[in-house]
């Protein structure tokens, strides 16, 4: 399998996006899909805290097991989970981190990537947020998904000097779906 780097994290060309294990997939079915993409060389694995409520990151923290090291894993955060469970504060990233670790069963993330802008917080008290997660050593890279380009670049003029800054930006985008290029 082909490798690219994302920040300093090296990844299959072919990840597995686990956005159905937990509301389409159950746990015995995911665990069979995780399988077949390690065994087929795949090592990036993307998930979120919001899908299947959390079910997808228990489903994947628990199919991986022992073979949490052989894998880049990536989850996102800041879109509603539930009631008031959502956003990019210091405060809630702290309890999102914490909730997704142990739902992965694991000590670190490879990839944390915020999952929508939120208006509510300056980027700038995200980013710091995020910075002091890879200094814990809880997070290794930092990413962006569903920003604009004008959100990107205002992200990376709030990036400190040598700070945490986004590595990745995940985004909808197709022939039909061209709105990230405005």
Excluded at 97 to 123: C, F, G, N, V, W
Excluded at 124 to 143: P, S
């Amino acid at each position: 399998m082909q490798t690219r780097r994302i920040g300093s994290l090296e990844v299959s060309v072919v990840g597995l996006g686990c956005n159905n294990f937990g509301w389409r997939i159950d746990a015995e079915a995911s665990a069979k899909v995780i399988d077949a993409a390690i065994e087929s060389g795949i090592t990036f694995f993307d998930t979120a805290d919001r899908y299947g409520k959390g079910q997808s990151e228990d489903f994947l923290g628990r199919a991986l097991g022992s073979r949490r090291d052989q894998i880049i894993l990536a989850t996102k955060f800041g879109m509603e989970m539930e009631k008031g469970q959502q956003g990019a504060s210091p405060k809630y990233i702290r309890e999102a981190i914490e909730a997704s670790l142990r739902r992965l069963k694991t000590d670190r993330i490879d990839l944390y990537q915020l999952h929508q802008p939120d208006p509510k917080t300056p980027i700038a008290d995200t980013l710091g947020a995020l910075d002091q997660l890879v200094h814990d050593g809880k997070v290794r890279e930092i990413g962006s998904s569903n920003f604009s380009v004008a959100q990107i670049r205002e992200a990376t003029d709030a990036t400190t000097q040598g700070g945490a800054h986004f590595v990745s930006v995940q985004n909808e985008f197709s022939l039909f779906h061209r709105q990230p290029e405005k």
